[in-house]
Each structure stands twice: as C-alpha cells, then as structure tokens.
C-alpha cells in the first residue's frame, strides 16, 4: 500500500513539472537569450585517462647531497702553481682573446630548440637533492662563502713576504769643468746596479722588517780617484715598528678574524637560503599534486554533468522532463569542461616551474626532463610538536640567527679595531748594515804632500800612496763579513692630531653598528617566536582542517548518491541535483587543498625550527674558514 502511494505520488509531480515546464515560455514574452554558441568550439576535454605524463621512468637512487661549502672549493677558481710558474700562462692568456667570450653568449637556434622528452616519476626528496646539485641560481649563491673565503686569504697576505729585485747601468759624459777631474775635456762615468731586498709585516708585532742588499760598481776617467773602478757592497737590515697605535697582543692579525667572521656569515646566509630553497621545492612539489588532484575532481565533476546531459536529453526526448532542465545541465556541464580546461593549465604551469627549478637535465638540452611526482600526501601523519622545544631549536639551528650572531661578533672586533686608532702613532725605526769596498786602487803622487812615512807605492820615480782596498767584487765581499765598516740608525716618531676626530669619528660608528647588530638581533628573535609558533597553529589547525574537510567529503558523496536516487524516482530536479553535485566538488577540492596545505605546514614547522635540512637527512655544517699559511705564522 505504502509503495503504492510513493509510485502515485512520483508520477504526480513528474506530471506538475512537464506542465509548469510548458507553461513557463508563456508566462514571459519579453524573455531573451542574448550571446551564441561558438562557430568553432574546442574540443572537450578528456574526462578519464591517466593524468601522469607518458613514458615516465623511475628515478635512479640519489644519495644524501652534502651542502657544506669546505674550503678546499675555492681552489677550483685559483692558479694551482706557484706564482713564478703560473706567469707564462697568464702572459699568453692575456693575448688570447678567444676565451674572453663565455659560452653562455653563443646562442644557437638548434640549442634552444633542443627538449629532453623523458619524464622520471621522482619522489619529494629526491627531488629536493636533484635540485640542490643542479639548480643554477643555488650553485651562484653558493659562491659567496667562497669569494669570502678569498677576503681571509687577502687579508693573511698581508704577512706575505715581499721580494724586490732591481739592476741598472746608467752612463754620463759631461764636459770636464775641473782640472782635477780628467785629463781630458770630457769626464764620463759609468754605474752599475744589481740589488736584492726582502721585507715583512710580522703576525705577532705588526712590526715590518726588511733585509736590502746592494751592489754598486762604478767607473770614470777621474784621475785622481782612489778607488776606479769600485765596488760597493753593502748589507743592511731595518725595523719599523709600532708601539702604540697598530700594536697589541694579536692585533696583527685583527684583520684576519674579522676576515673570518665575514666569511661565516656568508656561510650562514648560505644555509638559510639552502632553508628557503628546500622549502620552495616542496611547495613546487605539492602544487603539482595539488593540480593532479584538482584536475581529477574536475574530470569526475564533467564526467557526471555529461551523464545528465545524456540522462536529461532522453528524458526530454520522452517528455517526461522539461527542457529547462536539459539547458540547465548543459549549462553546468560546458561550466565542468571550462574547470577541466582550467585545472590542465594549472597543472601544465606547476609542472613547468618545478621541472625548471629541480632541473634534471643530463643530456644539456635547452629544456630538461619533466618530472612526475609519487609522493602523495599523509593526512594521518600526526606530528607531536612542543612549543618550547621547537623555540630552542630554532634559537640553535636557524641560520638567519646564527648570521646575525657571527655579525655581532665582526662589530665587535671593529670596536676593537677602531679603539686602537685612536691611539697616537709612536713608531720606533731601527737600522744597522754593513759595507765595503774593493777595486783598482792606483798610486797617486802628490810631490811634497806625502811623507815619506806615509808613502806605500811609488809611481814615475816619485814617492806616493795607494788605499788599502784593492781587489775585485769578491774581495769587498769578503771584506763585508769582517764588519769593519757599518752603520745604524734608531729613530722615534710620534703624531697626534689635536682633535682626532677621523679616528673617533670612525670609533662612534663602529660602536653605533655593534648596537644596531645587537637589536637586530633582539628583533630577529622576536620574529622567531612569531614563526614558531605560527607555524604550529598552521600545523594544528591544518591537520585538523584535513580530517574535518575529509569528513565532509564523505558526507557530500552520501547526500550526492541520495540526491541521485531521488531524482531517478522524479523527487528531485536537475536543480537540486547539480547544487549537491556543486557541494560535493567543493568538498573535494577543499579537501584536496586541505591535505596539500598540511603538507605544505609541515615544511614551515621545520623551515621555522630550522631543521628543514635535517629532515631530509641533507648535511650543511659550518666550516672554519681558519687558516695560517707559513708566512702568517711569524
């Protein structure tokens, strides 16, 4: 009796609704449909079929990457020989101007048209390491702990020793102007110069020493020259020193730790960005799952308004169901087919950006590998997070922290620094050497001027004297090493300007930046604190989200299939029916983003710890930038 009653009373309102659907075009004479269908429509979508990319290949095994920066990296950009070696190979690079040109400017048209059209389906980590080995822009931020490493090398050669070397003949004819000078009416010398020298700044006393020696030879027509032609050796070793400003225990080599302490920072803006990079590949990495998911809803969605396109025409067919309700399904189903075209250029563009910052490209081609992710999201994943605990980590692990950290302590040493210049310059300069001579010593008469006493040579007949420094240039050589003939010097400069306000002036300004480091620092923290926990409200929220959102997926399919079935029987219109199918979509993309964005939360908890890299087991450590060549040890 009962199904009796329900059957009569589905076929008087499919009855009420044909007859109102009939009467409807008369109850509105100024009704008008304005626009038109287009001449030549696209072609639909797929509504079913695989969404990953043909040919797809499984990724080879990827090891761990190690980010750190060693020191031993900053060779690759150095002259591996010695300084006296490497000389011939610069000279002739200098007239080489064939490698002037780097390759990156010879575009070719074959080049740029050049595809890789493999595909590898590639898990998030795997991924993150790809990207981490090849991705340009990283491999360029990568170079600045290296070009600092450079800065502390310049800085320790400050103590490097300097060797100088300097030969020369230089000859002059003059006119003689004295009857004493030349027998002639010309008087010509002749000099010769070969010189050596080498000086150092000192690692321990600032101190720079220096070592000369010297050699001169010289040759005239002067008749009544002692020594002609001579040689003049002479050695001598010199100190300048500082005794107030530019001097303290380990003030020498003040420079090289600041040196250091930049170049640690460099390291450390190094790992944040290492940080944010691994971050943006993730987010990369789950846009493209976020589209798949959200073409595949789309896809279903026109699969299921084309279904009640063709269920609505028959209906109208047999007249059991009005045309209103055929254009209105037909309207949903072109608005499905829009969304479908949507989701695929969506899909399309995440792909892209993740393919061209992960950069799998082997073969060098101009566009590299496309990449199909496997790694789908894990709502049930529950994190146990402590607030207090995440807040120590980020205070210990978060690069940005320990860059500004390292910052403190480089303003600190330009404190000291800039204390120590405004200290007067007492510099204390120090000299000894030696000499000698040797050479042609002719007799020289002079009549009644000599005593016989004093004469030693004889020369015309007549009684005369010679100096007692014939021989030749190893004789004043050997001579040299008696230390007969020496000479020092001690000198004591000091300066002070009155008011010393360059000094002071730079003083003031190195204390204003160790302060300002110091409260960024303080604010830093503070913007730690609020991305901690930030990112654990995120965190908690979003995992409920993707729980509640799955909920109401389920529960927007049960009142669809319900839906469905009472518009089987005639007590639902197409209507009622597509608002529940519109629910059910909207269902399933909030539930899609919901479980993408936990995902993505989950990068921002760790990035906010700033243990990103260590949750995907990727090794960056600071390296000490130290280093004491021989000559900077003394």
């Known amino acids: 009796m009962n199904s009796w009653r329900k059957t009569l009373a589905a076929t008087l309102a499919i009855a009420i609704t044909v007859m109102f659907a009939q009467r409807a075009p008369a109850q509105d004479t100024n009704l008008k449909v304005t626009g038109s269908l287009p001449a030549n429509p696209l072609p639909p979508p797929a509504t079913s079929g695989p969404i990953q990319l043909q040919h797809t290949l499984p990724m080879s095994p990827q090891e761990a990457p190690d980010a750190s920066v060693p020191n031993s990296d900053a060779n690759q950009f150095e002259h591996g020989d010695a300084p006296v070696i490497s000389i011939p190979q610069i000279v002739g690079n200098q007239w080489n101007l064939s490698k002037q040109v780097p390759p990156e400017n010879m575009i070719s048209e074959r080049y740029i048209r050049s595809l890789d059209s493999e595909a590898h389906g590639i898990t998030l980590k795997e991924a993150i390491y790809i990207a981490l080995r090849n991705n340009p822009a990283l491999q360029s931020a990568q170079l600045d702990p290296i070009a600092s490493l450079e800065t502390v090398r310049q800085a320790n050669g400050t103590f490097d020793p300097n060797l100088t070397a300097q030969g020369d003949i230089i000859k002059s004819t003059a006119p003689t102007t004295s009857i004493l000078s030349s027998k002639g ?175 799998l490209n082997p073969y060098g081609t101009f566009i590299p590998e496309d990449l199909e992710p496997i790694t789908r999201p894990n709502p049930q994943e529950q994190m146990a997070a402590d607030e207090e605990r995440s807040l120590e980590l980020a205070v210990e692990y978060r690069p940005s922290l320990g860059s500004l950290r390292e910052s403190i302590r480089n303003a600190l040493l330009q404190v000291k620094y800039s204390e120590n210049q405004t200290l007067p310059q007492l510099n204390l300069g120090t000299q000894f050497g030696i000499n000698s001579t040797a050479g042609t010593t002719p007799c020289l008469s002079f009549g009644t001027l000599i005593p016989p006493s004093e004469s030693n040579c004889t020369v015309d007949g007549a009684t005369g004297a010679k100096l007692p420094f014939g021989g030749v240039y190893g004789d004043a050589l050997n001579r040299l090493g008696s230390f007969a003939f020496y000479n020092y010097a001690a000198v004591l400069t000091f300066q002070l300007p009155l008011a010393n306000a360059v000094a002071r002036g730079a003083l003031a300004q190195a204390r204003v930046l160790y302060e300002q480091q110091r409260l960024n620092y303080r604010s830093a923290l503070a913007s730690t604190v609020v991305d901690v926990q930030s990112a654990l409200a995120n965190l908690y929220a979003d995992q409920k989200r993707a729980a509640a959102t799955a909920q109401a997926t389920y529960y927007a399919r049960q009142s669809l299939h319900d839906e469905e079935v009472r ?43 700033g243990v990103l890299l260590r949750q995907f087991q990727i090794n960056w450590q600071i390296v000490n930038p130290h280093e004491m060549p021989w000559y900077a040890a003394f």
């Open 185 to 359: 009416d010309t008087f010509t010398q002749k000099f010769y110069d070969w010189n050596f020298g080498i000086n150092k700044v000192s690692a321990i006393t600032n101190g720079t020493w220096g070592l000369t020696f010297d050699n001169d030879r010289s040759l005239s027509n002067n008749a009544f020259a002692s020594v002609n032609p001579s040689y003049t050796p002479s050695l001598t070793m010199s100190l300048s020193q500082p005794l107030l400003q530019n001097f303290g225990w380990q003030f020498a080599t003040i420079n090289v730790r600041i040196a250091e302490s930049g170049q640690k920072v460099a390291q450390w803006n190094y790992g944040q960005t290492l940080q944010d990079f691994v971050e943006k590949i993730g987010t990369e990495y789950w846009q493209v799952v976020l589209s798949e998911e959200n073409l595949e809803v789309a896809r279903a969605a026109l699969r299921f308004n084309e279904d009640l396109v063709r269920q609505n025409a028959i209906s109208v067919k047999v007249g059991t169901l009005a045309p209103i309700d055929l254009q209105e399904a037909q309207s949903a189903a072109a608005t499905a087919e829009a969304n479908v075209y949507t989701a695929e250029a969506n899909l399309r563009n995440s792909r892209i950006q993740l393919r061209e910052d992960v950069m």
């Open 567 to 609: 518009f089987r029987v005639g007590l639902a219109t197409t209507h009622d029916l597509l608002q529940f199918q519109e629910e059910e979509v909207s269902a399933e993309g909030q539930q899609v983003q919901a479980e993408i964005d936990l995902e993505n939360a989950k990068l921002a908890y760790y990035h906010a710890e």
